[in-house]
């Protein structure tokens, strides 16, 4: 009897899966578990997990542990399509799994082209497999869909019409709660369409829309969940140009049929013409294959699966929907921000209120490549005060992770129990790498410590660099000064290590607190001064009491995330209700103490605003 592959949420890792993974390619398995652990508002890392696995003698205890705890915390399937994301595959492959025979019927005798690359095969399965999804109705599995945004499944139109927005009837789709996507991880969301180019009536006949009608009716749609999950699992990039091929070649179809798990299907999609209304495909289908993404031999999105009349099956084009305005408007619109307004982009997370210099500095290192800038230095305007410090790490690391781009960061605590700065930045940035020894001639006995010192830390600059290169890459490195201050020796580390920082092209530096330093380096306090110097430059970040402005920044991009009925007039009463009987310490100033009540406030009128449980808990820090 044929073993029957879970469907997806059911599936698991077990210690045995993981442990090559965390042997061949440990730093990857890193940022997905903080990842998936973050997106769920929980913490972990494989450090955390490291400490606890030596006290256990088994060869895998590292990996038991991490299976352990994302099983209780419900997190495993999560894990494996986030892991699926990164393009790998950590389960060992189903047999079962294979193309559909009916589907490798050509069309009209020989394909022109009947080859897939076997290169991209594992790779585009990987991706597939992360952002398919189940389209839901009252319960039951319509439709097939893809994420293909942080937040935006594409589908077809007539699995969703009844809650399609309708000028006739005058329903508002953003009130039907029967509809509800599975997403690869297997967790449920409430859904609404956003975005509808809906069915030609006269397809139910097999009639085909002509002209202008091709795309204004090309059963298309875009839904819309609260969670911007696609960025934990994954989504599809939809090209900016259509494949323009004709002829007839090997096609490649992701759907659900009858709501079952299938595996890739393979047959052949016939275009004679690119403006068609639709194209011909030779795949089976069944109900809840509709809305699936296709793609051609080189696995370009090519459109959706809209059905079947008689024994023709039908795809309906890219070309139609993908200059549509009203269609780019609400991809372009769930792209990475500029700036948060909550650490997970919800009402669970932590708000960020007055951090607009911080995510400006980072952008600008991102996007503008005649910017000087090389760090950024957080200083509190407070000393005895801690409001920010710690949070901005969790800022930078979600910003990083929400933008395009291969980053990683390193953070480093430099209080008295690090006693060699040099060996732990090494030890951290190559994972588990040894201590850094000086070259001939500079050895601790052959010369002053200085010399000895700035030789290693020279060194350590080199050969990160390199793996930089290698793995084209971004690296980060955070540093934070605790409570508990620094003995000289780390200061000293410290400072060269910084210079030799700022000097590298494949790196940038975050500095927390140190407020005492002397830094050498330049350092500017608006993007546009670093712009009128070629050296490296370092942002100065002023932790300080908040200002109203800042309150309104937030509770704007709060409003547009999630598409809040609040125009500007309602954010300001927002504001005002937020910060009613908080006095200032200064003029139109307010004290970073009183951040965690002007959240809370904030949250529960959003959460009254969407009907939403108001005695559900979130987290608050600026």
Excluded at 137 to 158: F, K
Excluded at 164 to 169: F, N, Q
Aim: with cysteine; glycine share 8%.
């Amino acid at each position: 009897m044929a073993r029957t592959r879970p469907v997806a949420g059911d599936e698991k890792l077990t210690a045995n899966d993981l442990q090559p993974l965390l042997q061949d390619r440990p730093e990857l398995v890193n940022d997905t578990i903080e990842e998936v652990f973050q997106s769920a508002g929980h913490g972990g890392d494989i450090d955390s997990f490291r400490s606890v696995a030596q006290l256990f003698p088994e060869g895998n205890a590292l990996a038991g542990l991490m299976v352990e705890r994302l099983l209780d915390k419900g997190l495993m399937a999560r894990f494996i399509a986030a892991l699926r994301m990164r393009g790998v595959e950590p389960l060992p492959p189903d047999p079962d799994q294979l193309t559909d025979p009916v589907a490798l019927v050509p069309l009209n005798g020989a394909a022109d082209h009947d080859d897939l690359d076997i290169d991209q095969i594992g790779e585009f399965a990987s991706g597939a497999k992360a952002f398919r999804c189940r389209v839901m109705v009252d319960e039951q599995v319509m439709g097939s869909g893809a994420m293909v945004s942080p937040r935006l499944i594409l589908t077809s139109a007539h699995v969703v019409d009844a809650y399609a927005p309708d000028a006739a009837t005058g329903v508002d789709p953003s009130t039907v709660q029967d509809v509800s996507v599975q997403l690869s991880d297997g967790s449920r969301h409430q859904a609404r369409a956003v975005w509808v180019a809906p069915c030609f009536e006269g397809e139910k006949t097999g009639q085909m829309p002509e002209g202008p009608d091709a795309s204004a009716l090309c059963d298309a749609a875009l839904l819309r969940i609260r969670a911007p999950l696609g960025r934990t699992l994954g989504h599809l990039s939809l090209p900016a140009e259509p494949p323009d091929w004709v002829g007839t070649e090997a096609f490649v179809l992701i759907h659900f049929p009858e709501g079952a798990e299938k595996g890739i299907a393979v047959g052949h999609l016939r275009r004679e013409q690119l403006d068609e209304a639709r194209h011909v495909h030779s795949i089976s289908t069944h109900g809840g294959s509709s809305g699936g993404a296709g793609f051609d031999r080189s696995f370009a999105f090519v459109g959706l699966h809209q059905g079947r009349w008689r024994n023709v099956r039908r795809l309906v084009p890219y070309h139609h929907f993908a200059a549509n305005d009203d269609f780019r408007t609400q991809i372009d619109r769930d792209c990475p921000p500029r700036r948060l307004w909550s650490l997970s982009d919800d009402l669970d997370g932590h708000f960020v209120i007055g951090r607009n210099g911080f995510f400006d500095a980072l952008t600008a290192m991102l996007e503008t490549e005649e910017t000087s800038l090389r760090g950024i230095w957080i200083k509190r305007t407070e000393i005895d005060g801690r409001q920010g410090m710690n949070f901005s790490f969790n800022l930078l690391d979600r910003f990083l992770d929400v933008n395009e781009g291969n980053h990683r960061v390193v953070r480093l605590e430099t209080g008295f129990n690090r006693r060699d700065l040099v060996d732990a930045v090494r030890q951290r940035a190559l994972l588990g790498a040894g201590p850094v020894a000086a070259r001939a001639g500079v050895a601790a006995d052959e010369t002053t410590d200085a010399a000895h010192e700035d030789d290693r830390i020279k060194a350590l600059i080199e050969e990160l660099r390199a793996q930089c290169q290698a793995r084209d890459e971004m690296l980060w490195l955070y540093f934070e000064n605790p409570e508990s201050g620094q003995i000289d020796h780390t200061r000293f580390q410290l400072e060269h290590l910084i210079e030799e920082v700022l000097d590298a092209p494949e790196m940038r530096l975050v500095l927390s607190g140190c407020e005492t330093y002397d830094l050498r380096a330049r350092t500017v306090t608006s993007i546009d001064e670093a712009a009128t110097d070629t050296r490296p430059a370092v942002f100065v970040d002023y932790i300080r009491p908040f200002l109203r402005r800042d309150v309104f920044d937030c509770v704007q991009l709060m409003t547009e995330a999630l598409e809040l009925d609040w125009d500007e007039g309602v954010c300001n009463h927002m504001v005002d209700r937020a910060l009613d009987g908080i006095p200032p310490v200064v003029a139109n100033r307010f004290a970073t103490t009183k951040l965690p009540l002007v959240a809370d406030r904030l949250r529960s009128e959003a959460r009254h605003d969407l009907g939403e449980d108001l005695n559900a808990g979130g987290a608050h820090e600026g």
